[in-house]
């Protein structure tokens, strides 16, 4: 975590943005994040440029258990899938290292912008902070209730304990 990230986490304005997730949460509401909404996120003093950091940050801030990206991947392979058939599914990981980031390069997945190694970096802002984060296919979310009876679905990531 960046010095401007523990900044950013002990700035008084904070707790608008916990307060709001939780209120959410409390009624039963799953928080959906997105850069891009039209609602201001002046609260959260982040110029992330993409979804998967700020939703990081966001389970920071709500001390989430989980964060799911939803994209139109299955997963974090040890290949790209588009182009290698050959390349596996890589269903936990539990360390981020220099070998998960090579992996990870700079693929853009076909819907978004910031490909895979923005995934990456918003799992370890989640491990770090002390929870587990899933890449899983948005294309089909009841696999969602997969993920929750804990079948195994895409990727986990798992928090450092």
């Known amino acids: 975590m960046c ?3 523990r ?5 008084p304005r904070k707790n608008n943005v ?7 949460i409390e009624h039963n509401i799953i928080p959906v994040v997105n850069e891009n909404d039209t609602v201001a996120i002046d609260e959260l ?3 992330v440029g993409e979804n998967d950091s700020l939703a990081a940050h ?3 801030f709500c001390h989430a258990d989980l964060l799911i990206i939803m994209s139109d991947i299955d997963g974090f392979f040890d290949g790209d899938p588009r182009s290698n058939p050959d390349a596996k599914l890589i269903p936990v990981v539990d360390k981020i290292d220099d070998r998960i980031r090579a992996l ?8 978004g912008s910031g490909g895979m190694i923005t995934k990456i970096n918003a799992a370890e802002i989640a ?3 002390g929870f587990d984060m899933a890449i899983i296919n948005g294309r089909n979310p009841d696999i969602l209730y997969d993920l929750f009876d804990g079948k195994q679905v895409g ?5 450092n304990k």
Request: hydrophobic share 50%.
């Open 104 to 111: 990870a390069g700079d693929a853009v997945s076909g819907l």
């Open 45 to 47: 003093e982040l110029a």
């Open 3 to 5: 010095i401007r990230d």
């Open 155 to 159: 990727t986990v990531f798992l928090a």
């Open 58 to 60: 966001v389970g920071m």
């Open 7 to 11: 900044y950013i986490l002990e700035t």
């Open 127 to 129: 491990m770090d902070a």
């Open 18 to 24: 916990e307060n709001t997730f939780y209120k959410l």
